[in-house]
């Protein structure tokens, strides 16, 4: 019996350590990870206070300025994006999603290259009723930005 006591004690100190082991793997893949890793996406405004790299990939959200769509050759496609406090112009060539327009949120991953954002994914919200909490405030201000001229601090 007192063999039996041991054995419980040693695999009750064998499981601790175990997930101690794995909690400690945990905390370091995340800490090892980008620190804007969790970021959704950054506000225009932020894009224009705080320039990222040229070689930094991230995602840019807000409203597509209303008469800032502009098609260009083939897929090319130029547009401004706002958050009614600032504007980055915005240059993708590719597909447009199907729910793309003027004055309705969007998200685009790519680079910010000499005052331009050049995007290689554009992306849409997934139905006619979602949106993000972020793009949904912004919308809800899309009536003041109309009558808000935005001025495009990068040209």
Request: with cysteine.
């Amino acid at each position: 019996m007192a063999g039996f006591k041991n054995l419980k004690k040693t695999r009750r100190k064998q499981v601790i350590g175990v997930a101690f082991v794995a909690l400690g793997g945990v905390f370091a893949i995340l800490a090892l990870m980008p620190k804007d890793a969790f970021q959704y996406f950054r506000s225009p405004t932020e894009v224009v206070e705080t320039p990222p790299i040229e070689t930094e990939l991230f995602r840019i959200g807000g409203m597509v300025q209303s008469g800032s769509i502009v098609r260009g050759e083939g897929t090319v496609v130029s547009f401004v994006v706002t958050d009614c406090f600032s504007a980055v112009p915005v240059t993708f060539d590719g597909i447009l999603p199907s729910l793309f327009e003027e004055g309705q949120g969007m998200v685009g991953q790519g680079h910010y290259i000499d005052g331009t954002f050049q995007a290689v994914e554009i992306l849409a919200k997934h139905d006619e009723t979602y949106m993000p909490a972020e793009v949904e405030n912004m919308h809800e201000q899309q009536n003041y930005c109309d009558t808000v001229e935005v001025e495009d601090t990068n040209t």
